[in-house]
């Protein structure tokens, strides 16, 4: 199977893990877009955010003295956007509704984002 196959299958098993999540979008730090569940056309300008995001956030981190990028939540009126970082080439950002169990966000983020830094490390 190719890397987009079996990273877009771990995507879809965190949607149907986790009520809340709405979508997910992986791409590479760089902002190519890998793979998208479910897919639709803001896919490519979702990676290209995602990876500007992950580059500003492991500035601060370094600036700070805080250690390595492992995630950011971002929460807004209408729902809650989640980045992790999953392995050294590949960002995942998660898209959740209102009222979300930010605690299983991120507990299932994480999780999701190690199987995917995982699946990158076998390609």
Not at 6 to 31: F, I, K, Q, W
Not at 35 to 40: H, I, L, T, V
Not at 81 to 90: E, K, M, Q, S
Not at 102 to 112: A, F, H, I, M, S
């Amino acid at each position: 199977m190719e890397l987009r196959q079996e990273v877009l299958a771990e995507m879809e098993l965190l949607r149907g893990r986790t009520p809340d999540v709405t979508g997910s979008v992986a791409c590479t730090v760089d902002g190519l877009r890998i793979a998208c569940d479910p897919e639709g056309e803001t896919g490519e300008q979702a990676a290209a955010l995602s990876a500007a995001l992950l580059a500003m956030s492991s500035r601060m981190l370094t600036m700070a003295g805080r250690g390595t990028f492992e995630e950011t939540l971002v929460s807004g009126t209408a729902g809650f956007v989640a980045f992790y970082a999953a392995g050294p080439t590949i960002v995942l950002t998660v898209l959740a509704g209102p009222g979300a169990n930010v605690g299983l966000l991120r507990l299932e983020g994480r999780k999701t984002a190690a199987s995917v830094a995982a699946v990158a490390r076998k390609h």
